[in-house]
């Protein structure tokens, strides 16, 4: 008989499976991992897979089971779409175990989870940035500990060097993200957290960004950038991973992702309000001025990027990140 080589985790309906549970399903028909849910890589003999979203890292495409590098069926377990509320606290339930921790930057999405997580948060930042103060502030009022990292310049460019080693020749924004997620990952694994609960995919799924104001066809604008999960989940993976821990985001549970897909785009930015419906969720669980509130993105947040583009001045790139960023791998890899 095979073994069974199982990274990460797997649920069915709400409930986890163990090994046994999972080996016999590949036993009996390898064909129903396509029903599962949560976030995994397995290999059995001839046949692989991985979760939807490719949240784990592995050989074989997101979202697909193969047999012998063969696609034999897509990852999507059939999720109706069920209440909003009932599907982010199911995630998040099923996320927050022993050894987990949020990344916690004070914005409605990652305050959410840390407040129905109540797990011990961290939030990475200069000394003294909106993001530190915003999570300091609701970790004090959900009542969970919550560690600062506090960077330097420095700290940030070698953290930067670290990223374009893993990514190879990143733009910016990807850069800036990973940067500040290599702080994020670097602690976890210090402190042993095997895994960071975040709130990514938030605003893709729930229209988040800024320029969703002014999108002449919000629909199309919303689809597309949840297209690019997959692209930025291995992003984040890359560097979850150099550290020994890895990211869950509950937002990217397929139940989360059917409710969130279920409400009309006009539902979701309206009247000025990106995300109106996760807000209107979160004024359940946090402070109104939490769920409310306008955040920047962790990059901005958190002082990096800022940080970043004085790098590039002060090495003579004084209107192009990018050319300070290709230069940077260029000098690491040859190209």
């Not at 420095?154 to 290599?182: F, K, R, W």
């Not at 279920?262 to 309206?270: D, L, N, Q, S, Y």
Request: glycine share 10%; with cysteine; charged share 25%.
């Amino acid at each position: 008989m095979a073994e069974l080589l199982l990274r990460g985790w797997v649920e069915v309906g709400g409930r986890c499976l163990s090994e046994d549970e999972v080996l016999t399903v590949l036993t009996e028909n390898p064909h129903d991992v396509s029903l599962f849910g949560g976030e995994f890589y397995l290999e059995y003999g001839e046949w692989e897979a991985r979760d939807h979203f490719g949240i784990v890292p592995g050989p074989c495409p997101a979202g697909a089971v193969t047999r012998k590098g063969k696609v034999v069926a897509g990852v999507v377990p059939d999720y109706p779409a069920a209440d909003l509320e009932e599907a982010i606290a199911t995630a998040v339930g099923l996320r927050a175990v022993d050894g987990a921790a949020v990344a916690l930057s004070g914005g409605v999405d990652s305050a959410l989870v840390a407040a129905l997580a109540r797990l011990p948060a961290v939030v990475v930042g200069l000394k003294d940035s909106h993001d530190q103060k915003r999570a300091l502030a609701l970790a004090e009022i959900l009542g969970v500990p919550c560690d600062t990292v506090s960077v330097t310049d420095t700290e940030v460019e070698e953290a930067l060097q670290e990223v374009v080693a893993l990514l190879g020749n990143p733009n910016p924004v990807d850069a800036s993200i990973a940067t500040t997620e290599v702080f994020v990952t670097r602690w976890a694994e210090e402190q042993g957290f095997h895994r960071l609960l975040t709130g990514q995919g938030a605003d893709e799924l729930f229209g988040g960004y800024a320029r969703y104001l002014d999108s002449d066809d919000l629909a199309a604008s919303l689809e597309r950038d949840v297209a690019d999960l997959p692209r930025q989940v291995a992003r984040d993976g890359a560097v979850a991973s150099h550290y020994g821990t890895a990211f869950s985001p509950p937002y990217l549970d397929l139940r989360v992702v059917a409710a969130a897909r279920a409400i009309p785009p006009g539902e979701k930015v309206r009247d000025g309000v990106r995300k109106a419906p996760l807000r209107k969720v979160a004024e359940r669980h946090i402070p109104p001025e939490f769920a409310q509130a306008e955040k920047k993105a962790m990059q901005y947040g958190s002082g990096i990027w800022k940080t970043i583009q004085r790098l590039a001045r002060h090495n003579g790139y004084k209107k192009s990140v990018q050319g300070y960023l290709t230069d940077m791998g260029r000098d690491m890899h040859g190209f």
